[in-house]
Each structure stands twice: as structure tokens, then as C-alpha cells.
């Protein structure tokens, strides 16, 4: 049986110079990153190392920039402001190779901070909604400190870790951070039937968060037999698990099971995958590795993107030259799914900001990182209809993807390209 501690007991293994790995998304440990912020005075230089994490992220406020340094793998909101503020920097890296960074000590780790459901009869907890890269945190770094909490989900897979592996535990009994559903506008209904239409009976869906993956998700009622193989999934997926839309039979690999690598959602989410052996949570390195996501026919994959050029470069990761979010899992699955028999690497986003710029344009903004590249494109999505670019040269795409523009835009992007290309 583990004997537990106080938070404030357990973080006091945490040193000056050190790097803490924190679990990502919803099972962000806030009783432990509370608990490490306090020390503030007493540390210095301690690197945080994370993807995405929901909830507070105290540590990121600057005025404690002398005891902590953010490193984002992935961008999110709570600490996007460090960037600017100097407490902290972003590393670029596939969803599916951050845990190389800790195997192979590219990021020696001292800490790991995680989050775990309590342990069973025979002492196994489960890393519940979220795996990524914990497990090769966990594996490399020199002290685990668990927040062992009676909410979170037991899920199935490979986020099973028995209590031997951890150092120090913590009791709470919290809730988890819920993503509310939302009815998606029309524009976004407009795009989710077009995305729709391009899934075939028998494919295996990738897809993100969201009123757009909620729009499809929501026109495929009518589909069958279809396959999950994502990195994160939220509540658009239980009505059609439940009535036998989404049933996995005829997956390529992890047949008759929904895979993903983290989750969230509103609690109907987290009590649906609390010991539901039809979920199956895997590290990152295994849901987005291209490999093995290929190995689905018909794999869709659907992502979005911040701004598209004429030729097909999709920026998702940087408003210009200034980082707003991160590579993630884009690429691999683009990758993934362009090489399954049979499968879709689509690309959907409103043609406008919520101000009205444009988000299909001539060139990318200056100093804009290109996620996926032109030659990895193959579907475009607007809510003025299907870009399809595969196979088409440079010309046949400037057309293409300055008819599902928006209308008032059309003529000035198709005018400034040809003004600055000259053909």
C-alpha cells in the first residue's frame, strides 16, 4: 500500500536548475503545480517542460520569471504570454517525437510531475485521460511525484504504470477541467457537411477539439462501421460509438478499439472512458507515428490551420513570425493518412477571421512557419466548398483554392499572386 504526503512535502525534491516535466491537458497535476509555484522565492531557473496543459499555469506569471522558465513543445493559452514576457520559449517538435527528447536526454529531465487515477488491488494506477509523453517522462526522470485523485478516469492501454514507479504520492479528490459543448455557426456547419461528404463507409477518423470536428462529427450519423486512430478525441464521438457509427472493425491496426493519446471534454466524457476497455490510450510516439497510422485504409485526417497560401502551404503553428500554438500532431497524421490505402489528409477552416481577413492568401505573412508543407496537402476546406490539390500543379491550385476564398476576397488574392509572380 503507498503511503501518501502533503503537495508541499512532495515538491520540496524539486532544485534550482532543475526541469519538471508536467502531464499534459486535462490532467495537468494543479495540486502539484500549485504547490511547486509556492516555493517561488526558494527556486531558481527551474525549467517547465510541457505540452498544452489546462487549467492555471501560475508558475508562467513573469513576475516569477527568475524561479521559472516555461519550455512549450505545444503553445497554450495560459502561458502563450511568456513568449513575449521572457519567462519562456517554445522547442518545435513533432507530437509524435517529444518523448525522443526525454529516451534520448535531449531534455534531462529531474522531475516528473503526473496526475493518476488510485491505485487498484494490485497497485496499478492508470495515467487516465492523458499519456502523451508521461510515459517517457516518467521512464527518464529522476523523481516521479504522482497527484493520485479519486476523479480521474481509469482508462485502458498503455497509461498503466504500477506504484513502484512513483516516488511520492499526493491525495486529492478534484475535479477535472471540462471543454463545454458548443452548436457550431453556420459557417462552421457549412464546413463540417463538406468535410463529411469527403468520409467514406469504413474510414478511420483523426480529428481535434472543437466546433468543426464537432460539425462533421455530427453529419456522420448515417455513416458505417467507422475506425478512430487520433491523438485526442472530446464528446462528438460517444453518440456514435454508442449507436455503432464509430465501432473500429475494420481498422488496419487496433481493430475494435477507439485510439487516442489524450482527452477532453465535459464530464460525460471522462465517466464514459472510466474503465472502458473500447478506449485505448497510447503515448504519442504510437498514436501519431506514421507507420502505424498508415496501416488504416481509408485514414482521415482533419486538422485546421491558421492561414493557407495560393500554392498549398498551411501556417497552423504562428501568426507571422510570432508563435501562437505549435507543430503538434498535423504533420504526422497529414503523412499518416496520405500514405493509407485510400486515405484523405484534409485541411478545414473558415475562409475569414472573426474580423474578416482572409485566411486563404497570396503568400503567407512574413516569418509564418509552414506546418505542412505544399506537397503534403491534399484536401482544403472552406465553408465555400473542397480544394482538392493533389496531384495539381501550381496554377490548377492557385484556382482552386481562390474559389473556396470568400467571395469578396477572391479577386484580390488571384490579383496580388499574379502581380507577384507574374504568371
Known amino acids: 500500500m ?4 502533503s503537495a508541499e512535502e512532495a515538491v520540496k525534491i524539486i532544485k534550482s536548475n532543475n526541469k519538471v516535466y508536467i502531464q499534459a491537458a486535462a490532467a495537468a497535476p494543479q495540486v502539484l503545480i500549485n504547490a511547486m509555484t509556492a516555493r517561488h522565492e526558494e527556486l531558481r531557473n527551474v525549467q517547465i517542460c510541457q505540452l498544452h496543459t489546462e487549467g492555471e499555469a501560475p ?3 513573469p513576475e516569477f520569471k527568475d524561479s521559472f522558465h516555461v519550455n512549450s513543445f505545444f503553445i497554450g493559452k495560459n502561458v502563450r504570454h511568456t513568449l513575449k514576457a521572457g519567462n519562456g520559449s517554445y522547442t518545435p517538435v513533432f507530437l509524435s517525437e517529444v518523448p525522443l527528447l526525454f529516451k534520448r536526454n535531449i531534455v534531462d529531465l529531474q522531475v516528473a510531475l503526473i496526475h493518476v487515477s488510485v491505485p487498484d488491488k494490485h497497485g496499478y494506477c492508470s495515467l487516465g485521460v492523458s499519456v502523451e509523453a508521461t510515459l517517457a517522462a516518467i521512464d527518464n526522470a529522476d523523481y516521479v511525484i504522482a497527484q493520485v485523485n479519486k476523479q480521474m478516469p481509469r482508462t485502458h492501454g498503455a ?3 504500477h506504484s513502484s514507479e512513483i516516488n511520492a504520492f499526493v491525495e486529492c479528490d478534484v475535479s477535472l477541467p471540462v471543454h463545454g459543448v458548443t452548436e457550431p455557426t453556420e459557417i462552421e456547419s457549412k464546413i463540417g457537411n463538406h468535410v463529411a461528404g469527403l468520409i467514406e463507409d469504413r474510414s478511420t477518423l ?3 477539439i472543437g466546433n468543426i470536428p464537432n460539425a462533421v462529427l455530427s453529419r456522420l450519423t448515417n455513416h458505417k462501421d467507422l475506425g478512430l486512430h487520433t491523438e485526442m478525441f472530446s464528446d462528438g464521438v460517444i453518440d456514435l460509438i454508442l449507436k455503432d457509427v464509430i465501432n473500429g472493425n475494420y481498422k488496419g491496426i487496433n481493430r475494435g478499439r477507439a485510439l487516442a493519446t489524450f482527452l ?3 464530464k460525460r466524457l471522462y465517466d464514459y472512458v472510466d474503465d472502458n476497455p473500447f478506449i485505448e490510450m497510447r503515448a504519442s510516439n504510437y498514436t501519431n507515428d506514421v507507420s ?8 482521415v485526417a482533419i486538422n485546421s490551420a491558421i492561414e493557407v497560401d495560393v500554392t498549398g502551404q498551411v501556417c497552423a503553428d504562428s501568426i507571422g513570425a510570432n508563435m501562437y500554438s505549435g507543430v503538434g500532431g498535423q504533420m504526422d497524421f497529414i503523412r499518416g493518412a496520405s500514405l493509407s490505402e485510400g486515405g484523405k489528409a484534409i485541411i478545414a477552416l473558415p475562409s475569414t477571421t472573426k474580423s474578416g481577413i482572409s485566411r486563404i492568401v497570396p503568400t503567407l505573412k512574413p516569418g509564418a512557419g509552414v506546418v505542412t508543407t505544399r506537397s503534403h496537402v491534399h484536401y482544403v476546406v472552406t465553408e465555400y466548398g473542397i480544394a ?3 496531384g495539381k500543379t501550381i496554377k490548377e491550385r492557385v484556382k482552386a483554392l481562390v474559389n473556396i476564398a470568400h467571395p469578396d476576397h477572391q479577386e484580390a488574392i488571384d490579383k496580388q499572386y499574379f502581380e507577384m509572380i507574374g504568371y
Open 264 to 266: 477532453m471534454g465535459s
Open 292 to 299: 502505424i497510422i498508415k496501416l488504416n485504409p481509408k485514414m
Open 59 to 61: 508558475y508562467a506569471n
Open 206 to 208: 483523426q480529428m481535434g
Open 388 to 390: 482538392n490539390l493533389y
Open 2 to 5: 503507498y503511503k501518501s504526503v
Open 159 to 161: 497509461g498503466i504504470i
